[in-house]
């Protein structure tokens, strides 16, 4: 079945997936002067924290980086409550954590991307990629508009479940690395 390409774009960099590990990403290389893409399927941007409604972040006092600017702009804006109820790990450690607003962690990932001048492309879907020599030189995405190739010098699977690898006939890893069992909150 031939696929009739609507739109041809060129990035420096295209990420796969719009979840902290995607939008962390694109932040970064974006901030660095790279021409970035962020792809996510979905309506909105983190992953399993809004898609799988799962509004709390853990132990805010041990994160740095982009999730502990995204929690001090939820805290700023009042969008936070401490979680309820005790709760201990495997060792008898109380597990602090945090309630946060998703539609504002929807917002505040959104605006840290745009902010940086990474461009995003939401429900865009990965349909498939060009392999040639070894190298993905572009990827296909299934879009509202019709399919879009997107060229690029690198690609990342931020997808959590290694899509763009597997499409890319690439080795990839899930789970930890002793056991392959995913973490509780993810798929990876």
């Known amino acids: ?8 774009y060129e990035y420096d960099v295209v990420i796969i997936g719009g979840g902290f590990a995607g939008v962390s990403a694109a932040v970064s290389s974006s901030q660095n002067g790279v021409k970035t ?4 399927g979905g309506g909105d941007l983190g992953g399993d924290i809004t898609k799988g409604l799962v509004p709390q972040l853990l132990d805010m006092k041990g994160k740095g980086g982009l999730v502990k600017k995204l929690y001090d702009c939820l805290k700023e804006g009042d969008n936070t409550s401490p979680r309820r109820g005790e709760r201990y790990d495997g060792d008898g450690k109380r597990i602090p954590g945090t309630i946060v607003n998703l539609e504002y962690v929807k917002y505040y990932l959104e ?3 745009r902010d940086a001048g990474a461009d995003i492309m939401l429900h865009s879907m990965l349909a498939g ?8 030189e572009s990827v ?15 690609f990342i ?5 290694g899509l763009l690898a597997e499409m890319a006939g690439c080795e990839w890893e899930t789970g930890h690395p002793e056991t392959g069992q995913p973490q509780p909150a993810g798929t990876s």
Do not use: P, Q, W, Y
Not at 1 to 6: G, Q
Not at 140 to 146: H, P
């Open 111 to 113: 605006k840290f991307c």
């Open 37 to 40: 893409l962020l792809v996510e």
């Open 129 to 136: 990629c060009d392999v040639k020599d070894r190298e993905i």
């Open 1 to 8: 079945m031939e696929v009739h390409i609507v739109e041809n």
């Open 140 to 154: 296909v995405l299934a879009t509202e508009c019709g399919s879009v190739a997107v060229k690029a010098k690198v």
């Open 157 to 161: 699977d931020a997808t959590g479940n």
